[in-house]
C-alpha cells in the first residue's frame, strides 16, 4: 500500500483483500448527520473561534487553576510540574479540577490513544496488514516492522498501546487505504468527540508542525477510550509477545507504570518529545469510582508520578467539590442496520448492530469535502495555538535523559 491518496478501485482492492474496515464512511456520516445540528456549525469553524465557545463550561476557558473546594475539608491540589491538567470522573463527566484545560500543546504519544480509539472499531482484529517502506522506517520508538512482511492487526494494537510503537502507529492507520485517508478518520473522530482542540498530523504523535490538543480534549478521548472493550483489553495487558517474523518474536512490557504501581490503575498513555516534553493520560478506578487525568507539558520523566498526584486528589475530593466543568459528549450519528459483511471486512473488534452509514454517494461527498475543510482551517489556525503553547513560561524544550521520542 502506498501512503498516497489511491483512486476508488484500488482503494476497494485493498479493502476487501486484507482490512476490515468500514472505509470512510463512519467518519464521513458522522459529519454529515450533524452538519444540521448547531453543535455542527460551531465545530465547523476555525479551532480559534471554536475555543471561544467555552466547550464544558466557561472556567475552563481560563489558563489558570478551576478548583471550588468546599467551605471545610478541602484538600489542596498538589503542585505538578505540568503547564496543563485536568481531572475528571468518567461515570458523571464532572471536571473536578483543571489547569489551562484547554491550552493547545503538542500530545507527543499520547495522540496514539486517539488513534486506537478511531481504527480499533473499523479494523479487524484477525486481518493482517502489508507493512509499506513508511511505516518500517518510522522514527524510533518502534517495533521494528520490517517493510514487505504482513502483520496481524491486533498485534499491531498491542504495539501501539503497550510500547508506544511509532510504526505500528503508521502501519494501521495505512490500513485504513492510505495515511492521509487514516488521518481524516481520526481528525473526524475528534470532531465527533467534540475535542475541537485537536489537530492532528501523525498517527504516532511525532513532531509536525501544528500538531496540538489540550488537556480536556485529552479527557475526552480517554474518556471514549474508557467506553471500549476492546480497547481496554489492549491497553491494560501487563504483556504480550510480537512476531517480528515467523522465527522471531520480541515481548512488548506495557510502559504505563500506573498499572503495577497505583491502587486502582486500569490504562492509560505516556508520551514525550522535546516540544511537547511529557505527556500523560492515566486512568484508576476505585471502589465504584472511576477517573481520568491528563497531563501536558510535564518535567521529564515526573509525568506518571503527577498524575497519580492528582488521582489520589480526585479519589479524595470526588463528591465533595462542586465542578468546574463537564466532559461533553460525543455528537450523535445516525445510523441504519449494515448488511452481513465479508470475512475479511467485518469488524470484529467491537461488534455492533447498528454501524454509520452514508446516505447516498452524493452526501458521503458533501460531508467529506466538509470534514476536508474542517482539518484544513484548524490546521491554519493550529500554528498560533503552538507559538501560544511555546510562549508560556518553562514552555522551553527539554531533553528527558535517555529519553526518545514516543
Not at 486484507?18 to 460551531?42: C, D, Y
Not at 450523535?332 to 452514508?358: E, F, N, Q, Y
Request: glycine share 10%.
Amino acid at each position: 500500500m502506498k501512503s498516497s491518496a489511491r483512486g476508488p478501485a484500488a482503494a476497494l482492492a485493498g479493502l476487501a483483500v486484507s482490512l476490515g474496515l468500514a472505509a470512510m464512511l463512519p467518519a464521513a456520516t458522522a459529519a454529515a448527520a450533524a452538519l444540521g445540528s448547531p453543535a455542527a456549525q460551531r465545530s465547523a469553524a476555525p479551532a480559534g473561534t471554536v475555543a471561544r465557545q467555552d466547550v464544558g463550561g466557561p472556567e475552563l476557558a481560563s489558563p489558570g487553576i478551576a478548583v471550588h473546594y468546599p467551605a471545610t475539608g478541602g484538600v489542596p491540589l498538589p503542585r505538578v510540574p505540568a503547564s496543563a491538567y485536568v481531572i475528571a470522573d468518567a461515570k458523571t463527566g464532572q471536571v473536578l479540577a483543571a489547569k489551562d484545560a484547554h491550552g493547545l500543546f503538542p500530545p507527543a504519544s499520547t495522540l496514539k490513544m486517539l488513534t486506537a480509539i478511531t481504527l480499533i472499531p473499523r479494523l479487524n482484529p484477525n486481518a493482517t496488514v502489508l507493512v509499506t517502506r513508511q511505516a518500517a522506517t518510522t522514527a524510533e520508538y518502534d517495533v521494528g516492522l520490517m517493510a514487505g512482511h504482513r502483520y496481524k492487526v491486533s498485534d499491531l494494537f498491542s504495539a501501539l498501546l503497550l510500547i508506544s510503537a511509532n510504526d505500528a502507529a503508521v502501519a494501521l492507520t495505512q490500513a485504513t487505504g492510505s495515511l492521509s485517508t487514516g488521518m481524516a478518520m481520526i481528525n473526524a473522530e475528534a470532531h465527533h468527540l467534540q475535542a475541537y482542540d485537536v489537530v492532528a498530523k501523525q498517527p504516532n504523535g511525532l513532531p509536525a508542525s501544528g500538531q496540538v490538543t489540550s488537556a480536556y480534549d485529552q479527557a475526552l478521548i480517554a474518556r471514549q477510550a474508557l467506553s471500549m472493550p476492546a480497547f481496554m483489553r489492549y491497553d491494560s495487558a501487563r504483556s504480550a509477545q510480537f512476531p517480528i517474523t515467523p522465527r522471531r518474536t520480541v515481548p512488548l512490557v506495557n510502559q504505563n507504570t500506573l498499572l503495577t504501581g497505583y491502587p486502582g490503575g486500569i490504562g492509560g498513555k505516556i508520551g514525550w518529545t522535546e516540544a511537547a516534553e511529557a505527556t500523560y493520560i492515566g486512568m484508576a478506578r476505585r471502589n465504584g469510582t472511576t477517573l481520568i487525568v491528563t497531563v501536558l507539558h510535564c518535567t521529564s520523566l515526573k509525568e506518571i508520578i503527577s498524575g497519580e498526584q492528582l488521582l489520589n486528589w480526585g479519589f479524595a475530593m470526588d463528591g465533595k467539590v462542586r465542578p468546574a466543568g463537564e466532559l461533553v459528549a460525543p455528537l450523535r450519528v445516525v445510523t441504519t442496520s449494515h448488511p452481513k459483511l465479508p470475512d475479511a471486512a467485518r469488524v470484529g473488534s467491537s461488534p455492533a448492530s447498528a454501524v454509520p452509514l452514508a446516505v447516498g454517494g452524493l452526501a458521503a461527498i458533501a460531508a467529506a469535502l466538509a470534514v476536508g475543510w474542517l482539518i484544513a482551517a484548524r490546521s491554519r489556525s493550529a500554528g498560533a495555538g503552538e507559538e501560544r503553547a511555546r510562549a508560556r513560561p518553562g514552555a522551553g524544550s527539554r531533553s528527558g535523559p535517555g529519553r526518545r521520542p514516543w
